[in-house]
Every structure is written in C-alpha cells, then in structure tokens.
C-alpha cells in the first residue's frame, strides 16, 4: 500500500496496473500481494492530522477504503488476493502492528469481509512466514476456526518459505502443510 497509495486518498496503479495487463494477456492466474501488511503501509495510514494515532473506527474506515478501491479495481482480474500477511509472531501471539493496536484481532477478519465484499469471486488467502513454528502454526489454524465459525470465507493459508536445504527440518515442514490442510 506505501506504493499503490503514498498519501492519503492518491492512489497510484501505473505498477500493478502494468502488471495485471501482463498476467491478463498471458492467462495467468493473479494473486495480490497483499492487502494488509504492517510492514508495506505508508506512515500516514496510521497518523492523523494532530500527529497521533488515528482512532479505531478512522483506521477501520481507511482500511476498508485501500481494500474496496484496489480489490474493486482488479475485480474479476485477479483471482485471489494474500488479504492479511504476517499477522503472528513465531510463539503464536499477536504481531504488536498499529493494525493490531489500534483495532485489535478484529482487524484480520474485518479486512477479510471488506475484500470479500469488494470480489465475491476473488479467492481470499492469509500469508505468513516460518509456519513450522508451532506457536504460529496453531495461531493461524485458531484465526481459520474462529474465521470460519464466523461464517467468514478464507481458501487457504500461503505458506511463504525462507528455506534452506537443512533448515526447517522436512518433518516439521510436512507437519505444517497436513495440520493446516
């Protein structure tokens, strides 16, 4: 978002524009990356005009803002979208973003519904780091269950690798890949 919207309201698609005509035109299957991440949003986001932390329902209004206007301008074009990335911790708690402390957990299932709204037809994916860790791995099945018993729609969990050959061990990385199926 630091680049599809350095300020406020100014939204800027020359990028992901070129990029989705380039998936298009080559019948590729688009993903997004991605919707919510603490560490791609531009400062403002956060801040209003007196400097200090915007209040909850300001951060909701502007993430579900970002969230229509870039889902609803590739609508029907990408396929599915990484919603929220890196939302945990290696131990399983909560990454402490300005996301989390300004709105609290809820953010991750209210950035869900606005891109749901946005696409009904766009598969929704959470994305992070390290799933072999157990904390994390268990927090994330936790979001999936309670996502789900919430009647909220989520198609899968990106597993983004930072892999060696030796590194995590094949055993840890399958157990990872048939808890999260």
Same mark, same amino acid.
């Given at each position: 978002?630091?680049?599809?919207?350095? #300020?406020?309201?100014? %939204?800027?698609?020359?990028?992901?524009?070129?990029?989705?005509? %380039?998936?298009?035109?080559?019948?590729?299957?688009?993903?997004?990356?991605?919707?919510?991440?603490? !560490?791609?949003?531009?400062?403002?986001? %956060?801040?209003?005009?007196?400097?200090?932390?915007?209040?909850?329902?300001?951060?909701?209004?502007?993430?579900?803002?970002?969230?229509?206007?870039?889902?609803?301008?590739?609508?029907?074009?990408?396929?599915?979208?990484?919603?929220?990335?890196?939302?945990?911790?290696?131990?399983?708690?909560?990454?402490?973003?300005?996301? %989390?402390?300004?709105?609290?957990?809820?953010?991750?299932?209210?950035?869900?519904?606005?891109?749901?709204?946005?696409?009904?037809?766009?598969?929704?994916?959470?994305?992070?780091?390290? =799933?072999?860790?157990?904390?994390? #791995?268990?927090?994330?099945?936790?979001?999936?269950?309670? =996502?789900? !018993?919430?009647?909220? #729609?989520?198609?899968?969990?990106? =597993?983004?690798?930072?892999?060696?050959?030796?590194?995590? !061990?094949?055993?840890?990385?399958?157990?990872?890949?048939?808890?999260?199926?």
């Amino acid at each position: 978002s630091e680049i599809l919207q350095p #300020r406020e309201g100014t %939204f800027d698609f020359t990028l992901s524009d070129q990029f989705v005509e %380039f998936g298009t035109a080559n019948q590729q299957f688009i993903v997004g990356h991605t919707l919510v991440w603490h !560490s791609q949003t531009p400062s403002w986001f %956060f801040v209003g005009e007196d400097g200090r932390d915007v209040s909850r329902e300001e951060l909701i209004a502007r993430m579900k803002h970002h969230i229509t206007t870039v889902v609803g301008r590739y609508k029907g074009k990408v396929h599915a979208w990484d919603v929220v990335n890196e939302a945990f911790e290696d131990d399983g708690s909560y990454r402490k973003t300005k996301f %989390f402390t300004i709105i609290g957990k809820e953010y991750i299932p209210l950035a869900f519904e606005f891109a749901r709204t946005a696409d009904p037809n766009a598969e929704l994916y959470y994305n992070d780091y390290s =799933m072999y860790h157990e904390g994390k #791995r268990k927090a994330v099945i936790r979001l999936i269950e309670e =996502m789900k !018993s919430a009647g909220l #729609r989520i198609d899968a969990v990106g =597993m983004q690798g930072h892999y060696t050959l030796a590194y995590p !061990s094949l055993n840890s990385f399958a157990q990872s890949i048939q808890q999260l199926g």
